[in-house]
C-alpha cells in the first residue's frame, strides 16, 4: 500500500511504532522495521548519548530497513544532553526523526542539514500547523483517545483528523484508537497517509516488556484508562491500577493546590518497575483506550500481515461495492 507516508519514509506499509518509554528499544523497532512499519528507538529511555548511540547499533545489526529515533523535548530543571543525543542521530545516519513536546525548531536545522526526515507528533491542529512552517516534513496527530499525552483540548480523532486534512499541507498519520486494518483505513478516509500504534504495539511478542504488562492490555477495556494530572496541565491517559486511584484521590482533595512533589510516588521513576519487572500496581503508565480492541499477543510480523490484509479486504469487499 503507497501512501504519501510510505513514499517519504520508504516504507512498505503505512504504519508507525510510536516512541515509548521504556518500551522503544532496538528489538521493538527492528521487529516493526523488518514487517514493512517504521519502527522507533525512544531516545529519552536511552538517557546518554552513548546509550542511544550503542541502541542504534543494535537496532542496525537487527534491520537493513529503515528506523526512526524519538526525541521528546521536555522542560526540565536539569534537561537531557539534547545536543549530543541529536549528534549521536546525525553521526549514525538515522534517517528519520519522531519529536515531541516542545517546539523542536531549535535542534532542526542539524537535523535537516544531515537529509533527516522530521515527524512531529501533536494533539492540535494548531501545533500541527506550526510543526509544518518550521520545517517539519510529516506531522502525527493525536486524538484525545491516545494514551500518555493527549493535550488538552479532548478533540477526539473522528474530529480532529479530517480538520488536519483540512488545514496542511504536509502529509500525517493518525495516532490515537489505532489498532488494525479498521483503524487504517478509517483513518485514510479522514485524510491520514498512515497510522501510528503505541498500545498495540506493546501487546506483542517482540516488545520487550514483562508478560504482565501485555497481559494487562489484554485484559483491559476501552473503559478501563483514566486522565490523571489535569490541574498540573500536563494531562496523561494512563490505565487504571491501584496507585492511580489513589493519585486520583489527591488530585480530588487537593484541587487547584496539588503539586507535582503531592504525587511523585505515583509518577517518578515507575516505568523500570512496570515495564521490566511486572510489578503492575508500582505506578502509572502511558495506555490509551484502543487496549479495548487489544485481543492477543502476536508477533509484529502476525500483527502488521494482519493488518494489512484486514485493510485490504475493507478496501476490495465494502469499499469497491459501495462504489
Partial sequence: MKTKITELFGIEHPIIQGGMHHVGFAELAAAVSNAGGLGTITGLTQGTPEKLANEIDKCKSMTDKPFAVNLTFLPSLTPPDYPGLVDVIVEKDVPIVETA????????????????????????????????????????????ECGGHPGEDDIPNFILLPRAADELEIPFVASGGMADGRSLIAAMALGAEGMNMGTRFIATEDAPVHQNVKEAIVNASELDTRLIMRSLTNTERVLNNSAVERLMEKEKALGENLTFADIVDEVAGVYPKIMHEGTMEAGAWSCGMVAGLVNDIPTVEELINRIMSEANNIIDQKLKVLA
Avoid at 111 to 135: E, N
Wanted: hydrophobic content about 35%.
Fill in 101 to 144: 513536546g516542545r517546539n523542536p525548531a531549535e535542534y532542526l536545522p542539524k537535523l535537516k542539514d544531515a537529509g533527516i526526515k522530521i515527524i512531529h507528533k501533536c494533539t492540535s491542529v494548531r501545533h500541527s500547523l506550526k510543526a509544518q512552517s518550521i520545517g517539519c516534513d510529516a506531522v502525527s496527530v493525536d486524538g484525545f
